[in-house]
């Protein structure tokens, strides 16, 4: 299975800390993406990194990825109240035909 | 408009009852996608459609039958559910883009509960 594996599984910072949440998946991909979810509700795309590329930036997010160690990293600076959300990352397969599989999720909550 | 709207929002049924979900976009995406989801755990992938055509069907229990009767719309007919069925039910959208998995633009779900 590709299925990313998040860690930690549930994380608690305050407002202004930063936030770092890791995934590691198993088999080849050609991208790998960033998805939020806010309780109950449907899922927001945060950002898609393909895998020749090793880092991308979009506002207060940071995504690296690491092909040899086949994982990657969500860093969410000066977080807020706000981005209290379960944060999942999404791996889609390189070969043709295979499905975005999502990973466990992180469980995100900002603390004011 | 860069939205995908599903419908209803909650749905209460009993084992015996037949009912549908409705999923609908018009961002001319010619992949569409069914995802379920339990409490506290990721969407898992039931079905997905290609220009219209079923492409992938992960196993699901033959009680769920999707429809895609065009290019915006994607319905899913429930029959005979099981308690177990109850979750949250995701449709999607993307690019079709030779069979790669690119950005997926989700509804806000559907909330299934069966009685």
């Known amino acids: ?112 | 408009d860069t939205e995908v709207t599903q419908t209803p929002k909650h749905l209460v049924m009993g084992m015996t009852n037949k009912k549908s979900l409705k999923c609908e976009q018009h961002m001319g995406h010619r992949a569409m996608y069914w995802y379920k989801q339990k409490a506290k755990k990721p969407p898992e992938l039931m079905f997905v459609y290609s220009y219209e055509k079923l492409s992938i069907n992960e196993s699901v229990p033959s009680r769920f039958s999707p429809e895609c009767p065009n290019s915006s719309l994607l319905n899913l007919h429930l029959h005979a559910l099981q308690p177990e069925d109850s979750a949250l039910y995701l449709c999607a959208s993307s690019q079709e883009r030779r069979g790669i998995t690119g950005e997926l633009f989700f509804g806000e779900g559907s909330r299934l509960t069966v009685l």
Not at chain 1, 87 to 102: D, E, K, Q, R
């Open chain 1, 1 to 112: 299975s590709q299925q990313g594996e998040e860690d930690p599984q549930a994380l608690s910072i305050q407002e202004g800390e930063n936030a770092t949440m890791n995934c590691s998946y198993k088999t080849s991909i050609n991208n790998l993406q960033w998805y939020r979810q806010n309780s109950g509700r449907g899922l927001v795309h945060l950002i898609l990194i393909r895998s020749n590329e090793r880092e991308k930036h979009s506002g207060r997010l940071r995504v690296t990825l690491d092909t040899s160690k086949k994982s990657s990293s969500l860093l969410i600076t000066a977080s807020r109240a706000a981005d209290t959300a379960s944060y999942f990352c999404a791996t889609a397969g390189s070969s043709g035909n295979t499905p975005l599989v999502f990973g466990k999720g992180t469980r995100l909550s900002v603390i004011a």
